[in-house]
């Protein structure tokens, strides 16, 4: 059996070395997210911080495609606020917080100076932990994992710009998120505060590759 | 000199614009770099044609530019029925019912063959008296999309691109009439102003073709997938749109162009409420003096449904100035 594994890995080590160049990394970065959508009377969703890493494997498929593979764990979530009578500001009163194993499929388009470049695509992401917490009483974290959906699919739209290290490269990117299905589909009597509601939000990560094969 | 804005806001405000405009133009820069040796043709051109713009039509063409759309228009006078009570009829009143709509959109093009955009956009609806205030209500939507532009077909004549899309509205209903009849039918939690969230992802194609400097052709079409203005109910939303247009700069060196166009659409930002088509006709008069900028008034005509109990929906005139800069 292990004879096998390592047959298909030099295989595909001959494919790259002979066809594709092969980048493999890491990232890590900040996502800004928030969920959008229903909301519950006299309230309004905000941006929660959260942090975000993984591992990258890139393979060019042409001079100016690169397909990118980016299996990463994430922090998403929301703060929802409520306007309070006689207080002029929204009050934050809840925090929900999402964490998602991730795994998007996204596509890498160079521009003409090889080093901005664009990227796009999807993301399906599994949720392990839900929770809701009341900001005025820290470290009391409800469970909302039931009322979660099983999946989150979410579309990527960004810009980035390459670091040339010596052979190796440094990364950044900005990227715009937008979910596609419901987190929560249906308002629920258990839990008042979230109707029905997609994530969305910003990532700014950094990320930094090493080429395996190819040029 | 004091400007009568509070401090230095003004100054500030200022400085923030034009660095706004510094990066748009340093970011336009930076992907066009490798243009220098060529002409770079900033306004879109096939054949030698310069095709005018109109926000009812997706552009074919990868460029970078920014564009803005501002638009202001009326229906003619309408009655609308009231509420019966017994034999009587309250709250039937006569109005007009006014439309206006904001649109900024930036598109950045990376190579030949890809541009990514954006949009902002906010429109809305009411009545022009406080008779059709009160039973029309006052329907607003703001959001935006996102998307992708992709090369599928350039010849000399002819260019054909691809698009592929997200848009995130928000809409907020204000019906005072609506939330009465809601009381009187027991409809549970009655609300005054209701806010709809909408999703879609959509695919679009679009064309221009060149018959010569002077007359061109362009269409775009689309359709998308997602929830509608009716909370709960999703649908499939299309649009297709024709526009053509002549240039009068290349053989009589005027600067004006002019376009007419047809559209037929049921996206939600134009129909609101309901899942209807509108036929939409539109002209357009352009200054095309510019290479790097258009400027342009564009005149469109459509039916809107104000209300189901009118027999014939009301006829909407609405003026939009439209702006664009080339980088």
Redesign the interface.
Known sequence: MRIKYILVVVLLALFFRGNAQLNVGAFGGINMSKL????PKNASYTSSLGMEFGLLLDLKLSD?VIMSLQPSYAQKGSKISFTVSNVDEPVDSLRIGLEYIEIPILFK?????KR???L?GLEAGFPVRAWAEYINQPGEKEDISSIVSKINVV?H?G?GYRIPLGKTILSIEGR?L?G?NNVIGQENPNYPYIP?V?T?GFKFLVSYEIPLFGQ | MKYPYSGNNYYIMRRKISIFILFLAGFGF??A???TSKIVLKKPMLNGHSFCSFNTTNSAFIKTYLDATMGIGSTGLIELPGIPIGDNEILAFKGKVAFMNVQVKYQ?K???W?A?Y?TMSIGGRLGTSISTILVDGVNTYNGGS???LFRVVKKQKFQMTGN?F?K?LGGNFINLIGYINDIIDDVPNPEVVK?V?V?N?GIGVQGSYAFNETFGLQFSTDISYGESFN??ESDVFSSFSLVGDMDLMPRHQIPVGFGLGYTITSNPETTYLNFIYTNIFSAKFAYTGSSDFEIGLQFTLNTVEVSSSLDKNPMLFKTQLGLRFYF
């Open positions: 959008k959508g229903d909301k100016h388009i160079d521009a003409n100076n901005f470049y664009a796009g579309m739209f810009v715009y937008q596609l029905r997609k969305g | 930076v992907f770099q490798n243009d950045q990376f190579n030949d890809l990514l954006a996102i998307g992708w592929l997200v995130n806010y969230p999703l992802a909370r709960g």
